[in-house]
């Protein structure tokens, strides 16, 4: 089994900054791709960014020029530097892997971390 866990939410004045981190643990073989997403109240749930095991990256054109993700493949952790934060930024943000291998994967799976809360408010 595989689980995620987000650390580094919290409150910010507008224009501040975050860092997320989020660790993949368990009997991990691979991750293809490591992301954020986030949903505020009422709100459908968005890709915030996503880095594969390559370095490739895409990220939404909100955030695009403000926030920078990046993962460490050996500690099967993802980062997510938030600069720049607006009040629109205020969500719940979830960690995903997608294409995880295990030793026991038939088929590549995806895995959600428990979600942290980011509130950008003055």
């Known amino acids: 089994q595989v689980q995620l866990v987000e650390s580094g939410g919290g409150l910010v004045q507008p224009g501040g900054s975050l860092r997320l981190s989020c660790a993949a643990s368990g009997s991990i073989f691979s991750i293809y791709k490591m992301g954020w997403y986030r949903q505020a109240p009422g709100k459908q749930r968005e890709l915030v960014a996503a880095i594969t095991s390559g370095g490739s990256t895409n990220y939404a054109d909100s955030v695009k020029g403000r926030f920078t993700i990046s993962r460490d493949n050996a500690k099967n952790t993802v980062y997510l530097q938030m600069n720049s934060l607006k009040p629109k930024d205020t969500a719940v943000y979830y960690c995903?892997?997608?294409?995880?291998?295990?030793?026991?994967?038939?088929?590549?799976?995806?895995?959600w971390g428990q979600g942290t809360q980011v509130t950008v408010s003055s």
């Open positions: 995903n892997a997608g294409g995880v291998i295990t030793i026991v994967t038939t088929f590549p799976d995806d895995y």
